[in-house]
């Protein structure tokens, strides 16, 4: 497949772009290296290049893109709130409507507060559970990632392991200290770290279902014994849904599993594809946000009107009866088969999924939590990724990424992908 365009618009970018790009997690560092393909549009779960060579689409950004490139509904949406001004500086209805979409769905987010990103919504959520509490210490995942403020690159998946920097540069010992990690689904090491520090805990920061070392299930009672213990110990549980909330069901990874948190950060899916973030939990613990308490977190361009109806159209359109079920079919039928044609050309693989987000993991060992996924074939991941590039098949150029699956996918995509995978891993 010529990428002539890409290259040199690569070798462009690179003189005035750091790296080249926006987001580390677009390189192509991870996976040999060269130029990451420059989009020029999108449509449903096509991509077209600068080449104009075509790609379907199982990045989805990752993650925001549920309903593919370009859905009409959304775009309308947006193009009406661009045409009525996209930013006033004061609240509006469509705030009240959003915030009230969400909470309906999310209970247990009962007062409600937009920001732009992920990364602020997780910020936030632990700045108010250090006011609310008193402590200063968290506990995350390893592996998990939870966006690029300062706390929480200690250890993070995704982008930063990808490129073989976990525990970033630029962050000072002192705040290092005050973040413990401990494995995902080891709930023995979990009691033995609150054991230790629990009053000085404020809060244990959890993906669900992880989203940022592929995708791995929470083991039974492992949320519910991280609740019981944090709430034994006086800290608070933050549930990190950036990834998870709208994915697998119309509302949070906390109501598919029956669990619930004292906060939740959201972002990605809400915004139907434009920047958005926002944080919720209890109205005592949220009362100590600013106006009304001393926590303060702001934004300019919080609560904009684009992003605010793009999420709205977003939800909406996820609304519609069959959308989640019409998605699990699809990861299923490209999972297994994915699977089946693996074990045929005698490759071993693991397969975590979950709905229509799924991971393929180049390993006969169970991926369950990060030392499961750093232990992954990496340079056969890579062959993999570059192959089913050059068949048209976009994924993230990352052993540690999910493929997703959208409503803009359809039985015909799957088929196509899946005649691409048996050659790919004929040639592999
Ligand atoms: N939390 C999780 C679970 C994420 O996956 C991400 C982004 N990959 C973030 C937070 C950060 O979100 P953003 O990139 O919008 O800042």
Same mark, same amino acid.
């Given at each position: 497949?010529?990428?002539?365009?890409?290259?040199?618009?690569?070798?462009?970018?690179?003189?005035?772009?750091?790296?080249?790009?926006?987001?580390?997690?677009?390189?192509?560092?991870?996976?040999?290296?060269?130029?990451?393909?420059?989009?020029?549009?999108?449509?449903?779960?096509?991509?077209?290049?600068?080449?104009?060579?075509?790609?379907?689409?199982?990045?989805?950004?990752?993650?925001?893109?549920?309903?593919?490139?370009?859905?009409?509904? =959304?775009?309308?949406?947006?193009?009406?709130?661009?045409?009525?001004? !996209?930013?006033?500086?004061?609240?509006?209805?469509?705030?009240?409507?959003?915030?009230?979409?969400?909470?309906?769905? =999310?209970?247990?987010?009962?007062?409600?507060?937009?920001?732009?990103?992920?990364?602020?919504?997780?910020?936030?959520?632990?700045?108010?559970?250090?006011?609310?509490?008193?402590?200063?210490?968290?506990?995350?995942?390893?592996?998990?990632?939870?966006?690029?403020?300062?706390?929480?690159?200690?250890?993070?998946?995704?982008?930063?392991?990808?490129?073989?920097?976990?525990?970033?540069?630029?962050?000072?010992?002192?705040?290092?200290?005050?973040?413990?990690?401990?494995?995902?689904?080891?709930?023995?090491?979990?009691?033995?770290?609150?054991?230790?520090?629990?009053?000085?805990?404020?809060?244990?920061?959890?993906?669900?279902?992880?989203?940022?070392?592929?995708?791995?299930?929470?083991?039974?009672?492992?949320?519910?014994?991280?609740?019981?213990?944090?709430?034994?110990?006086?800290?608070?549980?933050?549930?990190?849904?950036?990834? !998870?909330?709208?994915?697998?069901?119309?509302?949070?990874?906390?109501?598919?599993?029956?669990?619930?948190?004292?906060? !939740?950060?959201?972002?990605? =899916?809400?915004?139907?594809?434009?920047?958005?973030?926002?944080?919720?939990?209890?109205?005592? =613990?949220?009362?100590?946000?600013?106006?009304?308490?001393?926590?303060?977190?702001?934004?300019?361009?919080?609560?904009?009107?684009?992003?605010?109806?793009?999420?709205?159209?977003?939800?909406?359109?996820?609304?519609?009866?069959?959308?989640?079920?019409?998605?699990?079919?699809?990861?299923?039928?490209?999972?297994?088969?994915?699977?089946?044609?693996?074990?045929?050309?005698?490759?071993?693989? !693991?397969?975590?999924?979950?709905?229509?987000?799924?991971?393929?993991?180049?390993?006969?060992?169970?991926?369950?939590?990060?030392?499961?996924?750093?232990?992954?074939?990496?340079?056969?991941?890579?062959?993999?990724?570059?192959?089913?590039?050059?068949?048209?098949?976009?994924?993230?150029?990352?052993?540690?990424?999910?493929?997703?699956?959208?409503?803009?996918?359809?039985?015909?995509?799957?088929?196509?992908?899946?005649?691409?995978?048996?050659?790919?891993?004929?040639?592999?």
């Amino acid at each position: 497949m010529n990428r002539q365009t890409s290259e040199r618009l690569y070798e462009q970018a690179q003189q005035v772009i750091v790296g080249g790009v926006n987001s580390p997690s677009r390189s192509f560092k991870a996976v040999g290296g060269g130029a990451p393909v420059f989009m020029e549009r999108g449509e449903g779960a096509y991509f077209y290049d600068v080449d104009g060579n075509r790609y379907i689409d199982y990045l989805a950004a990752y993650g925001p893109l549920i309903h593919g490139h370009g859905n009409k509904h =959304i775009a309308e949406a947006i193009s009406k709130a661009a045409l009525n001004g !996209t930013l006033y500086g004061t609240p509006t209805t469509l705030e009240i409507d959003f915030a009230t979409m969400i909470r309906d769905v =999310i209970p247990s987010m009962e007062k409600i507060r937009f920001v732009n990103s992920g990364t602020e919504a997780v910020m936030t959520t632990i700045r108010v559970a250090r006011a609310y509490t008193g402590r200063n210490k968290i506990i995350k995942f390893a592996g998990c990632y939870h966006g690029h403020s300062d706390l929480v690159l200690v250890a993070a998946g995704s982008g930063p392991s990808t490129l073989g920097i976990p525990d970033s540069a630029g962050i000072p010992q002192s705040i290092a200290d005050d973040v413990i990690t401990v494995p995902f689904n080891d709930l023995d090491a979990y009691q033995a770290a609150m054991d230790k520090w629990g009053d000085q805990i404020a809060a244990v920061l959890v993906e669900p279902i992880v989203g940022n070392f592929g995708i791995v299930m929470p083991e039974h009672g492992f949320l519910q014994g991280v609740n019981e213990i944090t709430h034994a110990h006086g800290a608070l549980v933050i549930y990190d849904e950036v990834i !998870t909330a709208f994915r697998f069901m119309y509302g949070g990874a906390q109501n598919l599993l029956g669990v619930t948190p004292d906060m !939740t950060a959201l972002g990605k =899916i809400i915004g139907g594809g434009l920047p958005i973030g926002a944080y919720g939990g209890r109205v005592d =613990i949220m009362e100590q946000v600013a106006p009304l308490g001393p926590a303060y977190q702001a934004g300019t361009m919080a609560g904009n009107p684009a992003s605010i109806a793009a999420g709205i159209a977003c939800l909406g359109e996820l609304q519609k009866p069959g959308t989640y079920e019409r998605m699990n079919d699809l990861g299923r039928l490209l999972a297994e088969g994915l699977k089946d044609q693996a074990r045929r050309h005698g490759h071993k693989v !693991t397969l975590n999924r979950c709905g229509g987000a799924f991971a393929l993991y180049f390993t006969d060992r169970p991926v369950k939590n990060y030392e499961d996924a750093k232990a992954v074939d990496g340079d056969k991941f890579a062959r993999f990724f570059k192959l089913l590039l050059d068949e048209g098949i976009l994924l993230a150029p990352s052993k540690y990424e999910a493929w997703f699956v959208s409503t803009a996918h359809t039985p015909e995509d799957i088929s196509f992908t899946l005649q691409a995978t048996e050659r790919v891993f004929k040639a592999l």
